[in-house]
């Protein structure tokens, strides 16, 4: 045990020489250690023939410098992280700075959350830091490479402070060569007094979104078939199952999964369905989509409603028809011979009676070749 405490003891005096050296070092051989923000690099001064420097983030090595004064970062993070660089090779330094330089990291947004929903609408919401200044206010950015777009639209809480943004269309983020790629959501606080971190997400987009509920396109059932199609809209997702929950007459209501856009069921009787859109790879880690709205569906009636493509067909095919007999009733003899003339009818009863008002047929000169018409003639009194 005493051999474990003297280890102990020895690196701690080894790691205080070593920190002594690199600080009291009249001719250290890096320093002005800084972040250079807009190109992502970790950046120092050199002086002295240094071979190797190593550049590490919270301890973990990152990259070798190779003979160049810089290291390349990628992103920069909202979190406060430790930037270190230390000589491989020789006499041994190292230097380290800690970036982005914050104040109270309870003053910050809190709970930062987004999501893409009714196809290419982007909204976000926070909430106030917990130690956050009276005069605090927070801006939503979205970012993408070198590529930066601010809140368009807030909505604030009852103090004035910006809780949430609201992007009505997202739809130049969405351009197929960003289809995949990482978005940074930003949240920056400012106050008078002091300084305010900032708050930060990443997420692709698909990641995100909220599946718009489906559009029902086509309903149609009878005693022994029903069928219904739908269609849904993503700018991200493509591979896509859906989820159907149906609840046929007085029984419970039960669920299946589909990869088609369409439901069809036999002897189906009155029933209900609604449908919602899923990731078919991510669904488990993706927000669920929204549901359709229920669609009642009663197939017990026998004189179910015909499909109106049908109905379209049957009307004009029925026009042409009556049509096409009133033409042969006009022009054609023979239906002289099939319809003839009914002979001259004359009431027996009436003609004893004076101001009787009799029917009776006119006939028609044989030479005209039209249907027979009836034609009412009144006899007045003689």
């Known amino acids: 045990m005493a051999l474990l405490w003297l ?3 020895l690196t701690l005096i080894c790691h205080s020489t070593t920190t002594d050296h690199a600080i009291s070092d009249p001719d250290p051989p890096i320093t002005n250690l800084r972040i250079d923000p807009q190109r992502k690099r970790l950046v120092w001064d050199q002086h002295g023939n240094v071979s190797e420097i190593g550049c590490y983030v919270n301890s973990k090595l990152l990259a070798k410098a190779n003979g160049k004064l810089y290291c390349s970062l990628g992103d920069l993070s909202c979190e406060v992280k430790n930037y270190t660089v230390k000589v491989m090779n020789g006499q041994p330094f190292s230097a380290w700075i800690q970036y982005p330089k914050q104040g109270n990291p309870w003053a910050a947004a809190d709970n930062l959350t987004c999501r893409v929903h009714d196809v290419d609408q982007l909204s976000c919401s926070w909430a106030v830091g917990k130690e956050a200044p009276e005069n605090v206010q927070y801006y939503f950015y979205l970012k993408h490479s070198l590529e930066t777009w601010p809140c368009p639209k807030y909505m604030q809480n009852q103090q004035g402070v910006n809780v949430q943004c609201h992007f009505d269309s997202i739809s130049l983020q969405t351009q197929p060569q960003r289809s995949q790629a990482l978005f940074r959501f930003l949240v920056n606080g400012t106050s008078g007094g002091s300084k305010i971190p900032c708050r930060e997400t990443l997420h692709r987009l698909q990641e995100i979104e909220i599946l718009a509920a489906p559009n029902i396109t086509k309903t149609w059932c009878s005693e022994n078939y029903s069928f219904m199609e739908w269609e849904v809209r993503s700018l991200f997702t493509e591979d896509l199952k859906y989820e159907l929950e149906i609840q046929k007459g007085t029984d419970l209501a039960y669920r299946e999964e589909t990869e088609l856009e369409t439901l069809r069921l036999r002897n189906p009787g009155p029933y209900t ?7 078919s790879l ?3 880690s993706r927000p669920q989509g929204q549901w359709s709205a229920p669609q009642h569906l009663d197939c017990d009636r026998k004189d179910a409603s015909f ?20 033409f042969l009733c006009r022009r054609w003899p ?3 011979k099939l319809f003839p003339r009914v002979p001259h009818v004359k009431d027996p009863i009436g003609d004893s009676f004076q101001n009787e008002r009799m029917m009776a047929w006119d006939p028609e000169p044989e030479s005209q070749e039209e249907c027979p018409v009836a034609q009412v003639q009144v006899l007045g009194e003689t």
């Open 273 to 279: 369905v609604k449908v919602r859109a899923m990731d």
């Open 282 to 284: 991510f669904f488990r």
């Open 307 to 326: 499909p109106l493509w049908l109905v379209y067909l049957l009307a004009p095919l029925g026009a042409l028809l009556l049509v096409g007999l009133l």
């Open 334 to 336: 023979v239906m002289r």
């Open 7 to 9: 280890a102990v003891l």
